[in-house]
Each structure stands twice: as C-alpha cells, then as structure tokens.
C-alpha cells in the first residue's frame, strides 16, 4: 500500500517552538525522506472555529501566518500539499455519514475531548460542533487515505477513534477506508514541550511562547526568563533538572556539536547536567548556552519567512492550489464512500435500468 501523510494545525496564533520540535520539524523530514508518496498538510480553519465561533478574524487572519511558518520551516509545496480545510466541501460530508457509525457515550469517553472541555469551560454548554470534531477528524484522514498521523500522545484517543470508524465503516459497507497509523516524536522532549514559564503547555493567552517568527532580541528575552529550578538560589547549591525548563529544551534542541562552538568545556549535555546537578554552575551560563542553541535553528527560519512575507498573494496562490488538489483526492474517496453506503444513484446505471425494468416489466 502507498504511504500517505495527513496532519495539519488550525489557524489560532502563529506557531511557536512547541509545533517545530512536536512535529514541523518531523514533518519536513517526512516530507524529504522519500518514504511517502504523498504529503497532505492541513490548515484546520473549520475545526478552529468550533471554539471561535464568535472570533471568525481571528481563524481568517492566521491563515496567512500558518502557511507563512510552514513555508519557512521548509515545507515544500512541490513535495507537499497544503491546503485549507474549509476549502474541502467533501470533508463536510464525510462528517455527516461517519456521524451514524458514532454512538454519543463513545464521543463522551475520548479522553482528548473530555480534556479539551475542561480546559475551555465548555461543560455547560458545549458547541455540538467541538463535542464532535474526532468525526470530523476522522473524514480528514480518510479522505486522503493517510496511512500515517504524526500526533503527540495527547492525540492518540483521536487517532484510535478514526481507526474505529473507519473499521465500522468498512465492515458495514466494503473496504474503502484505510486505518491510519500513529507516529509519535522520536524525542521523547518533543513530545510536550513546556511554556518558558513552566507550565505544561503554550499558551497565547499565558504569554509563554516563544514563536518561530519573534525577532532575535525577543527570543533571548524569554529565554533569559525561563522557569528553571526554584531552590537553585546560589551557584554553588545542587541544581535538579526535574521541571526545569531550560534543560527540558536543551533537550529537545541541543546537539553535541553545539558545545564546540558555544560551550566548550562541556563534551556533551550530559557533562552539563551532571556539573548542574553537583553545584557550581549558574543558570544565567545555562540560558546563555540554550539561546545560543535555540537562534542557531531559529534564524534561517525567520530569514526564509521574510522571503515569503514579501509576496503574500504568492503564499495565498499555493494555498488556492493546494486546495485545489486535495479537494479532487478528497472526492474521489467520498465517491467511493457513497458507491459503498449505496447512495451513488444517479451513478449506478445496473439500478436505473434494474428500477425500470421493475415498473416497464
């Protein structure tokens, strides 16, 4: 069977170093490997609005600034297709007939979407819209035919509930669908990656982001402000590392050949966390180092993005096209689907001819 990817982000802030090392990164790897014949990447401005219904400029502007920070993270698209979901009529439908092979108690046990309630208050009233985007989710994947998802942990109830579906489906009717795979961050540091505040997550509203577009000085700024270890008061006193932001991200950032040219009394990351966590080392050196890390991946990023964001009407013109072509994917596969649920009348010639002969016979 072809290898295909589908993943995507919805349009709510500009991406941050969080979605880079969780999975732009992985993604441009993918993209480059040669593994996979095809590459979706979706911007999820429908899904985005079930919980910004009354905010639509907010999804409508960061569009241009989602695409932007794929582009300049290196997603191609001659390699990739990138596309916006609300552009995809077909998935809407998709939706609507998976709705039938999901029982409401099951939608109420996904621990995603039991979690994504709680966080936004949404336990008297939730939109029905929010309560079933793993359907909507579900037609995204399949009607590409994705064979592979790269998520975090936090997303495998969603995952594992279109694989139900799409069994159901395929039981049901015939064997349309294709079960999608999960692929997880190989860095078990990516697989969450803390607001530089240390809380667990990013969060625009929290102000704890660190954004693939922030200028230079900005980036430092935060680093410099970092969460680390709250009874490392002197230098001298033993550091911990357990929830210690700064080290959480020279984890996911940091390389050996990075302490030959930024740190170099240290061979490797494990020399510095040992020298840490004995005392004798400052934070302030820690930070230093990490942001020395961290602008090294970030700059040739911002540089790509400023080459985009000088023809804006070019990055909309890849969105358009993009759009287009998964749009005929996608109808292809509900056209399938519906041949399947019996409901292609129009299509089927064997009924027409089988109707009329029953009522000319």
């Keep these: 069977m072809e290898k295909i990817i589908l993943t995507g982000d919805r349009p709510t802030g500009k991406l941050h170093v969080g979605h880079y090392v969780g999975s732009l990164k992985r993604r441009v790897e993918l993209q480059n490997s040669g593994d996979y014949k ?54 809407c439908e998709l939706t609507f007939y998976y709705m039938d092979l999901v029982t409401v108690s099951r939608l109420q046990r996904n621990p995603t979407v039991k979690a994504e309630i709680q966080m936004r208050n949404f336990e008297a009233s939730i939109p029905v819209g929010f309560f079933t985007y793993p359907i909507s989710q579900a037609a995204d994947i399949t009607a590409f035919k994705a064979t592979t998802v790269p998520v975090g942990e936090d997303q495998l109830p969603m995952i594992e509930q279109t694989r139900e579906i799409v069994r159901k489906f395929n039981s049901v009717y015939s064997e349309v669908l294709v079960e999608p795979d999960v692929l997880l961050p190989d860095n078990k540091a990516c697989l969450r990656l ?41 230098v001298s ?24 040219r930024y740190l170099p009394d240290y061979a490797n990351l494990d020399e510095l966390k040992a020298h840490y966590t004995r005392g004798g080392l400052g934070d302030v050196k820690v930070k230093r180092f990490l942001n020395n890390v961290v602008q090294e991946e970030l700059e040739p990023i911002r540089k790509r993005r400023k080459e985009f964001e000088k023809d804006i009407p070019a990055v909309y013109e890849i969105l358009r096209k993009g759009s287009e072509a998964a749009r005929e994917t996608a109808a292809q596969t509900l056209s399938e689907v519906k041949s399947a649920m019996k409901i292609n009348y129009f299509d089927d010639a064997e009924l027409i001819r089988a109707q009329s002969e029953k009522y000319q016979g």
Excluded: W
């Design 38 to 91: 095809k590459t979706f990447i979706m911007i999820a401005d429908a899904q985005a609005l079930t919980d910004n219904i009354e905010n639509p400029e907010k999804v409508r502007q960061n569009i241009i600034e989602v695409a932007l920070d794929y582009l300049s993270v290196g997603l191609d698209p001659a390699k990739s297709t990138l596309f916006i979901q609300s552009q995809i009529a077909e998935l």
């Design 237 to 260: 006193d033993p550091g911990h590392l357990e929830g210690n932001t700064v080290f959480t991200y020279l984890d996911a950032f940091c390389r050996d050949e990075h302490f030959e």
């Design 194 to 234: 803390p607001g530089i505040d240390g809380k667990a997550k990013m969060s625009k509203s929290l102000g704890n982001c660190i954004y693939l577009s922030d200028p230079a000085d900005e980036v430092k700024k935060k680093i410099m402000s970092m969460y680390t270890d709250p009874l490392h008061l002197l």
